[in-house]
DNA sequence: TCTAAATGTAATATATATATTGCAAAAAGT
DNA sequence: ACTTTTTGCAATATATATATTACATTTAGA
């Protein structure tokens, strides 16, 4: 599903797709596919989203479980 | 770097790298290779292993910057 | 000590994350 | 309305995570 946490971080930094993908160093479109919940992308890339957005790794990409 | 704290919240948890392995539906390799540093896992295989281990992404994969 | 379990390591094979390029559609600015 | 920026989407190519098998080494238990 979509990330929708990592997109509003995102906007909230008032960045781009393509302005954080080159602050992190990949292509627009991975970080467009990872917004939109069709890659699954490797721990490193998310350790950099995080850094570049100034979240940690739960901020982002880590959902509590319902019960 | 080797990580630690996956393989202390294993060993606590009293599971072989094999167990957890089987637990997380990878092989006995991938699991070593992520504790000592050789591998960047995936985003997936980050959360079945935290939840296997009862912790979070930022218990098991985050490292806090020290300034 | 002896044995078995656990871990390290290496080779090859496969799946998939990611890059690159290009174009279309949508959103935002003027 | 027009222009520019942003985003979506597709095709192909490449890099690398992961599987599989096998063997060596270390660790733990008897």
Redesign the pocket.
């Known amino acids: 599903m979509k990330n929708m946490k990592l997109?509003l971080a995102?906007?909230e930094k008032d960045?781009?797709?393509?302005?954080l993908?080159k602050i992190v160093?990949?292509?627009?479109?991975?970080?467009?596919?990872?917004?939109?919940g069709?890659?699954?992308?490797?721990l490193?890339?998310c350790i950099n989203i995080c850094k570049a957005l100034s979240r940690t790794l739960n901020d982002l990409f880590w959902e509590e479980e319902e019960k």
Chains 1, 2 share one sequence.
């Open positions: 997109k995102r906007v960045l781009s797709q393509e302005e993908a160093g990949v292509s627009r479109q991975t970080i467009g596919l990872i917004e939109s069709k890659y699954n992308p490797s490193s890339l």
